[in-house]
C-alpha cells in the first residue's frame, strides 16, 4: 500500500459508496488508475467491492491510524520522552523502520500494513491492512541487554492486562511472546510481541518491542486464516480479533486502534521508565514509585522478578500440561513448569527439569491433551 492508495481508503473511510468518477477527480487521475489502487488495497487484504451505479463501497469500514489522534491521547510523560511517533500507509516492518532510523531518541512506529512482518523462529506475521495494530517502540537503555532479560514478560503482562480489558473472555499467555484465548485447550492467538535488542551486555541498550494485535480482520479473511493455520500441523495457531471477542456485548462498540495504540504507548513508556537505571542504581526508585502511582499500583510489570513469574503462571495456558516440545531436530515430551526467575520456560522431562530459552524451542499442546485443558 502506497501513500495513493492511503489517500483512497481514506475516501472510503465512510463506509459509503464512492463514485470512481469522483474518486479520480478527488486524486486528480484516471478512472482507470483508481482501479489500480483498488486492485492494490484489494491484495492488501481490504474488502473493496465495486457496487454497480454506485461505484466502490469499502464493505468493512475502519478508523485509520493517525498521528494526531493518538498523540492527543498520550499522557503528558509519553508525550515527553518520544522524540518521534511515524505513521506510515505501509513499510516492510515497523521495528525493520525504527532499527534503522539514524536519529538518536525513544520513537514509535505504526503501519497500516506490513508486507514482511515477522513472528519468532522467522515466522511470517500476517495481518490484512486495516484489521490490525502493528506498532514498535524504540527505547534506548542506559543499562545493557543483560538487564532486560524480563522485557519480554513484563510486556507480554502488560499486553495481555490492556487487552483483557476490551473483553470478558479470560485472556491467557503462551510463552514466550502471544496472548492468547484458549478453549478446552484449542488456542488461538489474538496478539504476538518480538523484541531485538542492539548493544553490550553491559550498556547502553537499544530495544525495539514490537506487538501485533489482531483488531478487526474481515469474518471471510479471519475464517480463511483459521481454517488454513489450523489445518496444518506444527504451524502458528490460528488467528482471533478483538472485535469478535466483544461482538457477544450490545453496547460493546467497535475498538479504536487509535485509542489502542495510544494506552499501548502510555503503558510501554511506563514499563521502560520503570526499567531504566541510574549510576549504581539497579532501578531508579522515585520513578518507580512515581509509574505506580500513574497506574494505580495495577499494573504487574512493575514488580519485582518473583511476583512477576507468580502472575505470568496465573495466566500460562501451557502450565501442568503436557508439551510436544521441539528443539532443533530433537522431539520430546514433557510437562510444562512455567517460567524461572529469568524468563526461560521450564519443562519436566523424564524427571529431569530441562530449561529452554525463547530462541530455540517450540512448546506446544499435545493433542490428547487439549480436551482437559
Known amino acids: 500500500m502506497n501513500a495513493t492508495s492511503l489517500q483512497l481508503l481514506h475516501s472510503l473511510a465512510g463506509g459509503s459508496a464512492v463514485s470512481g468518477v469522483r474518486l479520480a477527480a478527488q486524486q486528480g487521475c484516471s478512472r482507470a488508475a483508481i482501479w489500480k489502487q483498488v486492485q492494490d488495497l484489494r491484495d492488501c487484504g481490504i474488502a473493496i467491492s465495486a457496487v454497480p451505479g454506485q461505484g466502490y463501497q469499502w464493505q468493512h469500514a475502519a478508523q485509520l491510524l493517525d498521528v494526531g489522534s493518538i498523540m492527543s491521547q498520550l499522557t503528558a510523560t509519553a508525550a515527553e520522552r ?3 511517533l511515524h ?3 505501509s513499510c516492510g516492518s515497523t521495528s525493520a523502520v525504527l532499527a534503522q532510523q539514524q536519529q538518536p531518541g525513544n520513537s514509535v512506529c505504526v503501519t497500516e500494513f506490513q508486507t514482511g512482518g515477522r513472528g519468532r523462529r522467522g515466522r511470517q506475521w500476517l495481518a490484512p491492512a486495516g484489521g490490525s495494530l502493528l506498532l514498535s517502540m524504540r527505547w534506548e537503555f542506559n543499562t545493557g541487554a543483560g538487564a532486560l532479560g524480563l522485557l519480554g514478560i513484563r510486556t ?3 499486553l495481555r492486562d490492556l487487552l483483557q480489558q476490551f473483553c470478558s473472555l479470560s ?3 503462551k510463552w514466550p511472546n502471544d496472548v492468547v484465548v484458549s478453549d478446552q485447550g484449542s488456542i488461538s492467538k489474538l496478539a504476538g510481541i518480538l523484541i531485538e535488542l542492539q548493544g553490550g551486555m553491559d550498556g547502553p541498550c537499544t530495544a525495539i518491542i514490537g506487538v501485533g494485535v489482531n483488531v478487526n480482520w474481515q469474518a471471510d479473511y479471519l475464517h480463511m486464516t483459521r481454517t488454513e493455520l489450523t489445518a496444518a500441523e506444527g504451524q502458528a495457531y490460528p488467528p482471533v480479533d478483538l472485535n469478535s471477542l466483544t461482538a457477544a456485548h450490545a453496547d460493546a462498540a467497535a475498538v479504536s486502534r487509535n485509542l489502542l495504540a495510544a494506552l499501548l504507548i502510555n503503558r510501554l513508556v511506563a514499563m521502560c521508565q520503570s526499567m531504566e537505571s541510574s549510576p549504581g542504581t539497579v532501578v531508579n526508585a522515585q520513578i518507580q514509585g512515581q509509574l505506580q502511582g500513574q497506574l494505580q499500583g495495577s499494573d504487574a510489570t512493575l514488580q ?7 502472575n505470568w503462571r496465573e495466566h500460562d495456558v501451557l ?6 516440545v521441539q528443539q532443533g531436530s530433537q522431539n520430546m515430551v514433557g510437562v510444562a513448569a512455567g517460567i524461572d526467575s529469568g524468563g526461560a520456560y521450564q519443562v519436566d522431562i523424564d524427571g529431569q527439569r530441562r530449561v529452554f530459552n525463547s530462541s530455540a524451542v517450540s512448546l506446544r499442546l499435545l493433542e490428547s491433551q487439549r480436551s482437559k485443558a
Open 319 to 324: 502450565y501442568g500440561h503436557k508439551l510436544a
Open 82 to 84: 518520544l522524540q518521534q
Open 304 to 310: 519485582a522478578p518473583l511476583k512477576l513469574v507468580d
Open 156 to 158: 507480554g503482562l502488560l
Open 87 to 89: 505513521c506510515l500507509p
Open 171 to 173: 485472556l491467557g499467555l
